[in-house]
Nanobody, 115 residues
């Protein structure tokens, strides 16, 4: 069982930056993939960035060059650095970790970007 707690969401003006954090109850060394998803108002949840144990980091086209996923597996924490934020980045952001056939989610953190 993996417990995730995400935080760092806030209200920010367009062009600003935020760093989201995801703290895990276990080391991220024990999972296969970590990721950030987001769910804009009235829309479906979408994958923003993922960082597998083996393989390439993935970014949604809309965030490439602006967002960076990173993690300190020894400290059981993962980040999403978000720069040059746009109003369309407004969403609830969720961290996610996959371990085998199980998938775990944080509770979500709200990001609101004003024009």
């Amino acid at each position: 069982q993996v417990q995730l707690v995400d935080s760092g969401g806030d209200f920010v003006q367009a062009g600003g930056s935020l760093r989201l954090s995801c703290a895990a109850s276990v080391s991220f060394r024990s999972v296969d993939n970590v990721a950030w998803y987001r769910q804009p108002p009235g829309m479906q949840r979408e994958l923003v960035a993922s960082m597998p144990s083996y393989g390439s980091v993935y970014y949604l086209d809309a965030v490439k060059g602006r967002f960076t996923i990173s993690g300190d597996k020894a400290e059981k924490i993962m980040y999403l650095q978000m720069n040059s934020l746009k109003p369309e980045d407004t969403a609830v952001y969720y961290c996610n970790a996959d371990a085998g056939y199980d998938s775990y989610w944080g509770q979500g953190t709200q990001v609101i970007v004003s024009a």
